[in-house]
């Protein structure tokens, strides 16, 4: 991803405003830290109806609550929520679309940006724990909410599902194990493939009314990678320097997929750009 993140952009558009957001409701997982939580601020401070924060943690989603009470000025009000969510276990998973279903009227958007990276061997599901999470709950959880989504969704509205991917997956040369044993970039490259596939192919937007797209944030400042090694974090740091996005500004591609059109459906965007990410064409998927 070096060449595509040495020249991207910063200070992206904020593309979600205040009468886009007024009395919606969004679900965003992962949202106690990084481009999740910063995304959610956002959507609070819009004026959203209701933000549910989806977290593995939940002590670590109520402080992300209380910041983001305090910057939207919703505290004291039941507009944002913290729902717990782990996508290491599928029953989470399924219990978590339940929850949507049985207790929320309307959902407009759900933003599925939950991910791992890790060198430490972990196991969920049967499967090496970024996989389950980055790929195999991400996509269960899709399927899952699709018809929720379509049943909720406000008369004439299109809800989405935006999903968090990289471009990193384009360019690694990792094989499964990862660089540095580091599962990271083969994960999202699955997603995306599979989401592409999933979109386009089994439940095309026009069918459902569902619009599924895929964002890239770009190389952002965030503790993504705090589980790595340390001679990968120090020259990720470097990189952060140079390039990064911060986290707000990487969380307004998130919003971008959020009011993305129809158009968006299959697709991965980046920097709030219409139009597809081009892989490059060297790309081995062998
Ligand atoms: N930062 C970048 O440069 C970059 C670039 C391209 C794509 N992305 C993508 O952007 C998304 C957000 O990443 P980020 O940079 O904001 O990273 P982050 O700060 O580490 O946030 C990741 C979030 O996912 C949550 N999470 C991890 N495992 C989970 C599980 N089992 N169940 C539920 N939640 C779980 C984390 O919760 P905990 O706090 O409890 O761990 C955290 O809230 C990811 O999909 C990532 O792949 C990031």
Redesign the pocket.
Known sequence: MTSAVATQTRNLPLLVTPSLAAGRTYIV????????FEASKHLATLGAGKVILA???PA?GDIAKQEIDTAAGTAGTSVVEVWP????SYDSVRAFVRRVDAELERVDAVVL????AQAKREMAEGHLLSVT?NVLSTILLATLLLPVVKRKAAEGAMPRLVM?A?R?GFDSKEDWRGSRGILYGPT?LAETLAVRHLARELVPADKTGVIINLV?????V???A?NAPQDFTEKLREMHAKFGRT?ED?SRTLLHGVVAGVESHGKLLHSCEDGEYVAPSNLALG
């Open positions: 997982t992962g949202a106690n830290t990084g481009l999740g977290v593995r943690n670590a969510l782990d996508m290491a940006n939950a991910a791992v999470v968090v990289s990193a999202k890239c944030p770009g190389l952002c965030t503790n993504l705090r986290a990487g």
